[in-house]
C-alpha cells in the first residue's frame, strides 16, 4: 500500500483539495462584462447551449437509468418465478420419478398391490403440498391407482401425454398445456411420467397436476405494482395463469397461444431470456417494458411487465424540475442579454440568480440517488458527491487519503482494488464491480455496485479515477429471499426437500469413495391430523416450529435437519464413525426424547409423540429413492409397533411387505379370474333337520392349491379388495338362494352371509343388498346377514340405524362370534339383531371347563331373554350338542354335522 500512496504523487502528499465554493462566496463579476460585450453575448449564448446540452444529457442519463431499473425489476420478478417454479417442478419430477420407479419394480415382480401403490402415491403427494393428487394408470390407460378411485375407471387412452409416454421409454417428464380435468372439472397443468418394467416394457404412466387456481395463487404472492404483470405460458405459449397488479381479471384466456410480433421477435433473437419495450400501445393502453426468462429444465416462460406510466414517474417528475430550471435559466439568460447595460448591481443580482438555479440543478440531480467519487493521482486523494458521503456513512471531516478511502471497503476486497489501481487504471481500463463498504460512523454494511472511468493528463503522465455508486443492498436482500424461497421451508426455515436431496447426494457420493457410513432419520409426529382437526392448522403450525426448534438443537453442525412436507421430517448424519449403527440409534432416542417433552402451544400444554425410522448407508446404495423408501419402511414398522418408537431398516420387514404384496397381487387376479368360490356348512335345528347354512369363501389358488381364508382375508382388508368380493360374495349367495328356491326341499333354506365392518360401512351398503335382492329374486327374510362386535366400536348410532333399515327390509341379522368382542349390553337391547352365535372358543372346551360353560350358558339365556336364537358354531362332539341342547340351545353348526361343502356336496347332504 505503501507503495501505492507513493504513486506519482508531487511532494505536497498531504495537501487537502481545494474547498468548492458556496454561492455566497463566489467573486464578483470581473469588468470584462462590461468592457466587452460582444463576448459577454457569445459567452452567455455559448452558457445557453450549454445549459440546454447539459439538460438534455442529464434527462437521456436519468431516462436510460429509469429504463434499466424498468428492466431488472422484470428481470427479477421473472426469474423469480422461473426458481419458484422450477423449486416446483423439481419437487414433482423426484416424485413422478420415484413413484414411477417403485410401481415399475412392482410390476415386474408381479407382487403389485393396487393398496400398496395408492399408498405409495398419497405419501408422495403429501409430500408435495401444492399438489392435490397423484395418480396412475395401467398399460391400457384405466386410471386405477390413487386416493378416491372406484370402478368404472376412467381411459386417458386419447390424452397425448400417454400416447407419448407409450411409444418414447426414453422421454423425460412430460409437461402439458394446460388442460381441463375430466375428473376435477377445472383447468390444470399436468406432470407425467412413464412406468417401465424391467424388461423395458410399458406399464402405464404415473402423473401429477397443478390446479391453475394454485398457480394463480402463487402468483398473487408476488407484489407487483398497480401498472405490473405477470404471466406464465407454456413451452408452446399457450397461457397458463397471469396476475395484474391492478387486481383487474388477466386478459389472456387459458390456452391462447398468440403473443404480439414484438415478442416473437425478442424470442426468436434470445429464447433463453430477454428485456424489450413494446413499441406501440394498443388503444387505450400503455407502452410496457417486458421481460422474460425460460426455464432452462423445463421450457415454460415467464413474462413479468411493467407500465411506462408506473416505471417512469419518478424520470417525468425530474424532468419537469430540470426542464422547469434550465427554462428559468434561459429566461435568466436572455434577461441579462436584454438587460446587458443596466447598472452592476443588476449584473451581480443576475449572477447570484444563476449560482442559485446552479445550486438547483444539483438538488436535481441527487434525486437519482447516485454518488460520485473522483481519485486524483497526482494528489493522491479523491473528493466526493454528498450521496456518496451519506451512503458511505462519513462526513466533511472525513479524511480524503487513499488509506481512508480503502478503510470504507470491506477487507476481502482490498487487494483487488489496489491491483487495478496499481496496474489497470494506467492502463484506461474501466472499474465496475459489486462489493461491500462499511460506514465509518454506524459500521452498517451496505452492497454497493460502483462503476468507474479513467481520464489522462497526456502531458503529466497523471489520471484520475471518476466514479458512481449506487447502493444495491435491497437488491442483494432479495436475490437472497429467492433463494430462501427455493431451497427452505418457509414455516420452520429449514431445507428443503431440494436441499435435502443435493447433501443427501453429495454424502452418498463421498461415502461410495470413503467407505464410510451415514445414517438417514426419517420422523413422523403422531397423531397429528387429530391436532390439525381439533385445534386447526394455526396451532399445528406452532407444533411444527417447535419440532423444527428441538431437532435443530439435538444434531451437530455438519448435519443437516430437513422438512419434506407436512409433519415428515428428515435428519442427515452424513458423517458417523466407527459404530454406525450404535451412533444413529443413540440420536433417534436422543431425538426421540426432546421430542416427546411437552408443549406449550398458545397456553395449552400438548403432548406428542413421534415414530422413527433409521437407515444407514455407506454409498453403495444406486439410487436415493431407495434409501428414501429404507427409512419410511422403517418409520411404518415404528408405527405398526404401537408408535411412539425407534426403528431401524430390517430386510425382514422388505421380505415381509413383498410376501403381503405378493398375496395382494394374487388376490387381485383371483378376483379377476373367478377362482373364489362358496362352500356351504349346514346349520342344524333342535329337531335335527337343515334349517340353513352359512356360505364360507374359499379360494383356490392354480399353483398353490387351497389357500387359507386366515392368509387371505386380512390382505383383502389391507388393500380393499374386501368390497368387491363382499360384492360378488352377496350377489352369489342372493342368487342360490333364488335357485334354492325353486324345489320345496331347499324352498325354505336360510342363508348366512358374513359382511365385513369396512363393507357394512359403505354408504350405499343398503342399496347394495337391496341390489342383490331385487337382481336375483330372492326373499328377504331368507338372507341372513352375519356382523362383528367390531362394527360397535365407532358410531354406534350410525350402525343401528343402518341396520334398523336392513331389518325394516326383511333382511334377518346375526351378531357373530358373540362374547370375544367389546359389546355392552346397553348396546346388545337397542340393537335389532335376529341370532346371537356363540363362538367356538367357548363351545370348544365347555365340557370340561367350567367357565366356558358358563359363559355359553349365560348367552343362550341372554338371547332368549331378547327374543333372539342362539346358534353354536364349532360343535364337533355328541356330548357338546347335548350339553347345548340341555341349556336351550336352538340351532347348531360344526364338523360334528358337516364341514363346509361345495355346493354339489352340499344338496347332497340334504339328500340323506
Known amino acids: 500500500m505503501a507503495a501505492l500512496l507513493s504513486l506519482r504523487r508531487p511532494r505536497a502528499v498531504n495537501a487537502a483539495p481545494p474547498p468548492v465554493q458556496s454561492p455566497a462566496s463566489a467573486p464578483p463579476p470581473l469588468p470584462l462584462f462590461r468592457r466587452n460585450r460582444a463576448l459577454l453575448r457569445a459567452g452567455v449564448g455559448a452558457a445557453m447551449v450549454l ?97 378416491g378411485l372406484q370402478p368404472p375407471y376412467i381411459s386417458v387412452v386419447g390424452r397425448e401425454y400417454f400416447a407419448l409416454l407409450q411409444s418414447d421409454p ?84 387459458i390456452g391462447d397461444a398468440s403473443l404480439s410480433p414484438r415478442s416473437r421477435a425478442a424470442l426468436r433473437n434470445n429464447p433463453l431470456r430477454g428485456t424489450f419495450v413494446s413499441a406501440f400501445a394498443n388503444a387505450g393502453e400503455q407502452a410496457r417494458t417486458f421481460s422474460y426468462e425460460t426455464s432452462q429444465r423445463y421450457g415454460y416462460h415467464v413474462i413479468a411487465s411493467e407500465t411506462a406510466a408506473v416505471g417512469m414517474a419518478e424520470w417525468r417528475g425530474q424532468a419537469w424540475i430540470i426542464g422547469g430550471l434550465g427554462a428559468a435559466f434561459l429566461l435568466l439568460a436572455l434577461t441579462l442579454l436584454v ?191 387429530t391436532l390439525n382437526d381439533t385445534k386447526g392448522h394455526g396451532v399445528g403450525d406452532l407444533l411444527l416450529s417447535a419440532v423444527a ?31 454406525a449403527a450404535a451412533l444413529a440409534g443413540a440420536a433417534g432416542e436422543r431425538i426421540h426424547d426432546a421430542l416427546s417433552e411437552p408443549y406449550d402451544l398458545c397456553g395449552h400444554q400438548h403432548h406428542s409423540s413421534p415414530s422413527i425410522g433409521i437407515a444407514l448407508f455407506d454409498g453403495r446404495e444406486q439410487e436415493l429413492g431407495e434409501l428414501m423408501k429404507r427409512a419410511d419402511t422403517a418409520m411404518y414398522q415404528a408405527k405398526a409397533a404401537g408408535r411412539n418408537a425407534v426403528r431401524f431398516f430390517d430386510p425382514a420387514m422388505q421380505a415381509q411387505v413383498a410376501a403381503h404384496a405378493a398375496v395382494a397381487a394374487d388376490l387381485r387376479q383371483a378376483v379377476a379370474q373367478a377362482q373364489l368360490s362358496l362352500h356351504y356348512q349346514p346349520q342344524i335345528d333342535a329337531a335335527g333337520r337343515v334349517c340353513g347354512a352359512e356360505a364360507l369363501l374359499r379360494w383356490r389358488h392354480p399353483r398353490r392349491g387351497a389357500v387359507s381364508p386366515a392368509e387371505f382375508i386380512p390382505v383383502a382388508e389391507d388393500t380393499g379388495l374386501i368390497l368387491p368380493i363382499g360384492a360378488w360374495v352377496l350377489e352369489t349367495a342372493c342368487a342360490q338362494l333364488a335357485a334354492w328356491a325353486a324345489t320345496p326341499r331347499t324352498a325354505q333354506l336360510e342363508l348366512a352371509v358374513n359382511v365385513s365392518p369396512r363393507q357394512f360401512n359403505q354408504p350405499d351398503f343398503e342399496a347394495q343388498v337391496l341390489a342383490a335382492l331385487s337382481a336375483s329374486g330372492a326373499r328377504p327374510e331368507l338372507l ?68 366356558d360353560a358358563a359363559i355359553a350358558g349365560t348367552i ?43 355346493l354339489e356336496q352340499f344338496e347332497a347332504f340334504l339328500m340323506q
Open 549 to 579: 426448534e428441538r431437532l435443530t438443537r439435538c444434531v451437530g453442525a455438519g448435519d443437516t435437519v430437513a422438512r419434506l412436507g407436512g409433519d415428515e421430517f428428515i435428519v442427515l448424519l452424513p458423517e458417523l464413525a466407527a459404530g
Open 784 to 851: 341372513k346377514l352375519e356382523l362383528t362386535e367390531g362394527l360397535l366400536l365407532d358410531n354406534v348410532d350410525a350402525v343401528i340405524r343402518k341396520m334398523a333399515a336392513l331389518k325394516a327390509r326383511g333382511i334377518g341379522l346375526s351378531l357373530d362370534d358373540f362374547g370375544t368382542g367389546y359389546s355392552s349390553l346397553s348396546y346388545l337391547k337397542r340393537l335389532p339383531l335376529d341370532q346371537l352365535k356363540i363362538d367356538q372358543s367357548f363351545v370348544r372346551d365347555l365340557i370340561s371347563n367350567g367357565p
Open 51 to 147: 445549459v440546454a446540452l447539459a439538460a438534455a444529457l442529464t434527462l437521456h442519463y436519468l431516462h436510460q437509468q429509469a429504463t434499466q431499473r424498468m428492466a431488472v425489476m422484470t428481470q427479477s420478478l421473472a426469474r423469480a418465478m422461473v426458481l419458484t417454479f422450477d423449486g416446483i417442478l423439481d419437487s414433482i419430477d423426484v416424485s413422478l420419478q420415484a413413484s414411477a420407479d417403485e410401481i415399475g419394480r412392482q410390476l415386474s415382480s408381479g407382487a403389485s398391490s393396487g393398496r400398496d401403490i395408492t399408498g405409495l402415491l398419497v405419501r408422495q403427494q403429501q409430500r408435495l403440498p401444492v399438489v392435490p393428487y397423484l395418480r396412475a394408470t395401467n398399460e391400457r390407460g384405466d386410471i386405477v391407482y390413487g386416493a
Open 339 to 529: 438587460l446587458i447595460g443596466r447598472a452592476w448591481w443588476r449584473q451581480q443580482r443576475d449572477v447570484a440568480a444563476v449560482l442559485d438555479s446552479q445550486q438547483s440543478m444539483r438538488e436535481a440531480q441527487q434525486i437519482a440517488e447516485i454518488g460520485t467519487l473522483c481519485y486524483d493521482s497526482a494528489l493522491g486523494s479523491w473528493r466526493s458527491s454528498d450521496i456518496f458521503d451519506r451512503i458511505a456513512g462519513i462526513g466533511p471531516g472525513y479524511p480524503r487519503d487513499l488509506a481512508h478511502l480503502l478503510a470504507l471497503v470491506e477487507p476481502a476486497t482490498h487487494a483487488g482494488i489496489l491491483e487495478y489501481l496499481r496496474v489497470d487504471c494506467p492502463q484506461g481500463h474501466p472499474f465496475d464491480r459489486e462489493h461491500v463498504i462499511l460506514g465509518a460512523a454506524d459500521g452498517r454494511r451496505r452492497w454497493v455496485h460502483a462503476k468507474g472511468r479513467v481520464r489522462h493528463d497526456a502531458a503529466s503522465g497523471h489520471w484520475s479515477l471518476i466514479c458512481t455508486m449506487q447502493d444495491i443492498s435491497q437488491r442483494k436482500q432479495n436475490e437472497r429471499e429467492i433463494r430462501k424461497l427455493a431451497y427452505y421451508d418457509m414455516l420452520t426455515g429449514l431445507p428443503n426437500r431440494r436441499l435435502l436431496y443435493d447433501r443427501l447426494q453429495q454424502a452418498m457420493a463421498g461415502h461410495a469413495r470413503s467407505g464410510r457410513q451415514g445414517a438417514l432419520l426419517l420422523i413422523d409426529l403422531d397423531h397429528f391430523k
Open 170 to 253: 426414453t422421454q423425460r417428464m412430460y409437461i402439458s398445456k394446460p388442460l381441463f380435468g375430466r375428473i376435477s372439472k377445472k383447468w390444470i397443468w399436468l406432470f407425467a411420467r412413464r412406468i417401465s418394467r424391467d424388461d423395458g416394457s410399458f406399464g402405464g404412466v404415473v402423473y401429477a397436476v397443478l390446479n391453475i387456481d394454485q398457480i394463480e395463487a402463487i402468483l398473487g404472492q408476488m407484489q407487483l405494482d398497480a401498472g405490473g404483470s405477470i404471466a406464465l405460458r407454456h413451452a408452446g405459449f399457450e397461457s397458463i395463469a397471469g396476475r395484474l397488479g391492478s387486481g383487474q381479471p388477466f386478459p389472456v384466456p
Open 860 to 902: 343362550i339365556a341372554l338371547g332368549r331373554s331378547l327374543g333372539m336364537t342362539v346358534i353354536a358354531e364349532g360343535v364337533e362332539t355328541a356330548p357338546q350338542r347335548d350339553w347345548l341342547a340341555a341349556a336351550g340351545c336352538q340351532v347348531y353348526q360344526g364338523y360334528y354335522f358337516s364341514r363346509p361343502l361345495a
